[in-house]
Nanobody
């Protein structure tokens, strides 16, 4: 059974940087497409970054150019480097995984939360102004 656990969330000042990590166990990260989502209070869950089994990435417009997603298959981790943080980036951040059988389908949307059956518990990021 795939298990995901996020870490690295904390309070930072606007303009700062932070790196989140998601530890993957119960499977190999190389056999899954993975993504980062976030949810601010009172808002829906937003897909912000994804990476597939070939290393192809996708980003939401809200983080493009500031955030970088990467996957270390040796360490079985999914990372999210966040730069130029803004107060609007404050949210609970989640990593999610979908098996290659699911994400290889033509209709797979990498930033759509319904595509991912496996989720971590989340890590809180707060950006102070």
């Amino acid at each position: 059974q795939v298990k995901l656990v996020e870490s690295g969330g904390e309070t930072v000042q606007a303009g700062g940087s932070l790196k989140l990590s998601c530890a993957v166990s119960g499977t190999t990260s190389s056999s899954h497409c993975m993504a980062w989502f976030r949810q601010a209070p009172g808002k829906g869950r937003e897909g912000i970054a994804s990476i597939d089994v070939l290393g192809t990435t996708a980003y939401s417009d809200s983080v493009k150019g500031r955030f970088t997603v990467s996957k270390d298959n040796t360490k079985a981790t999914l990372d999210l480097q966040m730069n130029s943080l803004e107060p609007e980036d404050s949210a609970m951040y989640y990593c999610a995984a979908a098996s290659i059988l699911r994400c290889a389908q033509v209709q797979f949307s990498p930033l759509e939360e319904t595509q991912y059956p496996t989720w971590g518990p989340g890590t809180q990021v707060t950006v102070s102004s």
